[in-house]
């Protein structure tokens, strides 16, 4: 079965700076999907950037970037230019690539709190 | 642009009685999840469908049943509640007949059992 790793249940950040959330996933699989979900306190989830793993190039999108790593199975990542509304609990997320339907598999979480 | 819909957004129940959730994904997606999202838990998948028909199952009791409708929406149906029930139940939809299957969600329903 697929696992999720997040191995920071809590993180910070000044305003402004950087941060590096960290992601690991165990599969057998050699196609699938990897996203980032972020859940601020109203608890919406929300997509933030995800990756197919058959693309080596890292997926970007406006201050957030991955750093997807195949080989080692991790999946980190990075906020620039950190910003109040990115206080929330960030999700990794795992999803097989097998033709629809596909459930996610989460990791724990990990809550990150931007201070001004 | 159009977001998945989850009525109602807040439910209060008693122990044993029975709870119907609303979801209505993004037109022209033909896959609904459902997740369900314990206090300070990750969301575990429950169910899922796919043009109507059950595509996939997780840890759902056999309390609960779930459906999808000709017009894509679905509804679980929660009966026999109990105390552990109470949780934030999100659905999920998706296109899949795109080649990225990025789920969506609602805003999820907040399920008290009392």
């Known amino acids: 079965a697929q696992t999720v790793t997040q191995s920071q249940p809590e993180m910070s950040v000044q305003e402004a700076e950087t941060v590096t959330l960290s992601c690991t996933y165990d599969?057998?699989?050699?196609?699938?999907?990897l996203f980032w979900y972020k859940q601020p306190p109203s608890r919406q989830m929300i997509l933030v950037i995800r990756q197919e793993a058959y693309k080596q190039q890292n997926a970007t999108e406006n201050r957030f970037s991955v750093n997807f790593q195949k080989a080692a199975k991790s999946f980190s990542l990075k906020i620039s230019d950190s910003q109040l509304g990115d206080a929330a609990m960030y999700f990794c997320a795992y999803s097989p690539s097998q033709g629809g339907s596909e459930k996610l598999v989460f990791g724990k979480g990990t809550k990150l709190t931007v201070n001004p | 642009a159009a977001g998945v819909i989850q009525s109602p957004r807040h439910l209060i129940k008693e122990k044993r009685e029975t709870a119907t959730l609303k979801c209505y994904p993004i037109?022209?997606?033909?896959?609904v999840y459902w997740y369900q999202q314990g206090p300070g838990q990750d969301p575990q998948f429950l169910i899922s469908?796919?043009?109507?028909?059950?595509?996939d199952k997780g840890s759902i009791p056999d309390r609960f049943s779930a459906q999808q409708f000709s017009d894509y929406h679905s509804e679980l149906n929660m009966s026999s509640l109990e105390l552990g029930d109470s949780a934030l139940y999100f659905c999920a939809s998706s296109q899949t007949s795109g080649r990225i299957e990025t789920q969506y969600f609602g805003p999820g329903t907040r399920l008290l059992v009392l």
């Open positions: 599969t057998s699989e050699s196609d699938y999907y």
């Open positions: 037109p022209r997606h033909d896959t």
């Open positions: 469908f796919y043009e109507k028909m059950q595509s």
